[in-house]
């Protein structure tokens, strides 16, 4: 188990080329099962999440590799089984992605259910209730999703809520479904146009992809395609640029899509951060004194619910009080008692965390319980007085490829360290 120790008080200040994304590239993998052949996905990230996501397509009989350039080759001809163990699914819920794809590909499907996660109840009640829409005859068993159609048919599906991974398992399915689904109230997160882009490239009929209707018009099959381009993380560029307003440093992202981040980007000019963005690179310098200032989460474009954990945190070093609002994930305040411990003044009302800001933060040893609070409690030890040791931070490679080492290149002192500490 590693942990990393921080010496806070350095301003972060250089340049950074952000990682492809992570949640883009565990949509886009799976759907490689829907055309058996050889694929390459460009700039992939090596994380944890994509080992599992590998781990668990090799379980069904893939093959597949990433090399140090971060390109990811995957050979799904000899696909043989058609079972997601919960092994796998517990570890990573995106590990459903595989439920639309066998079952639109090979009629069968048998997916342990994700059941509770960090924070809170995550239902999958839309991927099931898509498919069945599609044909498919669902029960549930010892604690397994068994999936079954003969061939699937397209059909009118409206989303109750715009979820994303819903989105994906149904776009994969009704892809190779016979006739024509029209999907309301979809998802119009970049991760789902840009999956929906690849299923373009392999032959799927997609129309209003980046909009919240999407029709389908299914194909009896798909073709392989040899190399697809990942997309930039934004939530990882949002990480580094609210450290760098935290620190009062100046950085440079490369490589970024500032389209992706409008809602954050606007906030973090309105606290007072001065951006510069040209083309895909963003400067940000934070010198001045930040404002408070509120936000609300919200399915995109709005203020993304993976960037609340990190808003709470930036708002202790700003100066005033804030109000941060999860209207996704209500209970996702986790890493909040773990802020205490640094000093840190937030009441969580409801779905609410109110912040005081000018907090002085002290080093303290803090555990992370989910990717994105690990992120937040390493910002805090970034700008805390003294040294932090935050353990656990298997949940921060889920997400992060070698966050320490590209604080490090920004000036951070910080260093991962191997320990028994649980
Ligand atoms: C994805 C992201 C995650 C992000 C989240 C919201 C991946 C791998 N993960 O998760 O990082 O935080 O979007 O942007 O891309 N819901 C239901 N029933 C369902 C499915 C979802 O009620 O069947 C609810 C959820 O509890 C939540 C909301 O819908 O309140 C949105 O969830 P969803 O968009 O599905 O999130 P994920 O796809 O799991």
New binding site residues.
Partial sequence: MDKFIIEGGQPLRGTLRVAGS??AV??LMPATLLAPGVYRIRRTPNLR?VWTMSRLLATLGAHVELDNAGDLFLDTRTITTFEAPYEHVKKM??SIYVLGPLLARYGRARVSLPGGCAF?????????KGMERLGAEISIEHGYINARAERLRGAAIHL???????T?NILYAASLAEGETVLTNA?I?P?VTALAQMLSAMGAHIEGIGTSTLRIEGVPALHPIPTFDNIPDR?ETATYLIAAAMTRGSIRVVDANPYHLGTVLDKLEEVGCSLDISGTVIELRSNAPLHASSVTTA??PGF???VQALWTTLMLTADGSSRITDM??PTRFGYVPELHRLGAEIEVVENTAIVTGNARLQGATVMSSDLRASASLILAGLVAEGQTEVLRVYHLDRGYERMEERLRQLGARIERVQTDEY
């Avoid at 809170?120 to 991927?127: A, E, K």
């Avoid at 109750?160 to 819903?166: E, F, K, L, R």
């Fill in positions: 992570k949640n565990l949509a999440d819920r995106a809170g109840p995550r239902p999958v009640d839309l991927h099931l109750d809520i715009p979820s994303v991974g819903a994906v998802a997160e991760e939530i399915p995109y993304p619910t993976d996704i994930y």
